[in-house]
T-cell receptor, first 115, second 111 residues
């Protein structure tokens, strides 16, 4: 298995531009998570999907952020418009099931730089 | 307020020694706690899970303890090797489904 796949690995964009991050979870995993990691705030959960349905988006910073999971093998995280403070590493993770101690499998991350 | 605390200072030890990392938490009653390893430029990788009714868990050179009275977990690497150098994150499951991550402790093992 290739593991969780994320693209792009690096993204540099100018303030105000739209950014779309992509994730392919591990086949058979029911849960998908988007995280953001910065030096100041560590690893923060942004949104969680179970069986393609968004369950909790309380970690999404503001309306500029949106996430979708149109099917079990694909999810996107969109930032529109992007701002310099959105610069961070964004991780997608998947797990077999939530709540019973299933470990999360993380992708390699997308390093986003907004200038 | 709820907190998970890991030592922000790097732990620097000699190869062959035992590394001990600490994870303290307040105002949580986690059902379980997990430890992850993160290398630079990569995503975290799961290492071990310990449940609230377990005192200790082992896997090869790794050992995790969980003291719900002290609200603390200790992560040990015995016979440490330079390849063990990485950042180690603890994560606990809160009252919902979420995993809450600590900020991590960087371990440096000198040859």
């Amino acid at each position: 298995d290739a593991g969780v796949i994320q693209s792009p690995r690096h993204e540099v964009t100018e303030m105000g531009q739209e950014v779309t991050l992509r994730c392919k979870p591990i086949s058979g995993h029911n849960s998908l998570f988007w995280y953001r990691q910065t030096m100041m705030r560590g690893l923060e959960l942004l949104i969680y999907f179970n069986n393609n349905v968004p369950i909790d988006d309380s970690g999404m910073p503001e309306d500029r952020f949106s996430a979708k999971m149109p099917n079990a093998s694909f999810s996107t995280l969109k930032i529109q418009p992007s701002e310099p403070r959105d610069s961070a590493v964004y991780f997608c993770a998947s797990s077999l099931e939530v709540g019973r101690g299933s470990e999360q499998y993380f992708g390699p991350g997308t390093r986003l730089t907004v200038t | 307020s709820q907190k998970i605390e890991q030592n922000s200072e790097a732990l620097n030890i000699q190869e062959g020694k035992t590394a001990t990392l600490t994870c303290n938490y307040t105002n949580y009653s986690p059902a379980y706690l997990q430890w992850y390893r993160q290398d630079p430029g990569r995503g975290p990788v799961f290492l071990l899970l310990i449940r609230e009714n377990e005192k200790e868990k082992r896997k090869e050179r790794l050992k995790v303890t969980f003291d719900t009275t002290l609200k603390q977990s200790l992560f040990h690497i015995t016979a440490s090797q330079p390849a063990d150098s990485a950042t180690y994150l603890c994560a606990l499951k809160d009252s919902s489904y979420k995993l809450i991550f600590g900020s991590g402790t960087r371990l440096l093992v000198r040859p």
